[in-house]
C-alpha cells in the first residue's frame, strides 16, 4: 500500500502569478519550464496544445486545475512536472470546472510513470489545505515549499 509519502509530488520547477490571457498560453508557460529543465522537447508542448484542441478540455480535470499533458513519444526526454498558478483564471473550455488558476504540467517517459504523475497529483488535489496553500502561494519559494508539503513560516512578513 502506498503512503501519502510515496505520492510525493517531485516537481521540477514552479512558477506563482504568472499573467497569460488563453489556456494555449497557459499550457506553453508550464511547456516552457518542462523544456528549460530538460524533460521534453518543444515539440512535446505543441502536443499538450494540441491534445487540448484534438480532445477537449479533458485537461481540467477539477474546478480550477488543468493537467496538460501528451504522449511520451511526442518529445519527452525524462520524467518531469511543473506547477504553475495563474494570476488571473483562464477558461478551457470545461464548463464545469473552468476557469482555470493552476495548472500541473507533466512529462511521463512510460505507463507507469504517467500512473505515479497521477497518484501524485491526486494527493496534492486532495489534500485542502496543501491545495490551498498552492493556490495562496504569491510567490516561488512559497508555492515550492507549498507543493512538496512543507511547513512555511510567514511571521514578519
Excluded at 77 to 94: D, E, K, R, S
Excluded at 98 to 111: E, N, R, S, Y
Amino acid at each position: 500500500m502506498n503512503t501519502p509519502e510515496d505520492a510525493r509530488l517531485h516537481t521540477l520547477d514552479v512558477r506563482a502569478g504568472i499573467s497569460v490571457s488563453t489556456w494555449r498560453e497557459a499550457v506553453e508557460a508550464a511547456g516552457s519550464l518542462l523544456v528549460a529543465a530538460g524533460s521534453c522537447t518543444e515539440a512535446y508542448v505543441d502536443a499538450m496544445a494540441a491534445a487540448v484542441v484534438e480532445l477537449g478540455p479533458y485537461m481540467v480535470i477539477a474546478p480550477g486545475v488543468a493537467m496538460p499533458h501528451a504522449r511520451p513519444e511526442a518529445g519527452v526526454i525524462h520524467p518531469g512536472t511543473v506547477v504553475v498558478t495563474l494570476a488571473t483564471p483562464v477558461a478551457f473550455g470545461n464548463p464545469a470546472n473552468d476557469p482555470v488558476d493552476l495548472v500541473i504540467a507533466f512529462a511521463a517517459v512510460d505507463k507507469n510513470a504517467h500512473l505515479e504523475s497521477l497518484q501524485a497529483i491526486t494527493a496534492l488535489l486532495l489534500d485542502e489545505p496543501r491545495l490551498n496553500a498552492v493556490r495562496a502561494a504569491t510567490n516561488d519559494d512559497e508555492l515550492r515549499a507549498a507543493v512538496s508539503g512543507e511547513p512555511t513560516s510567514t511571521e514578519g512578513h
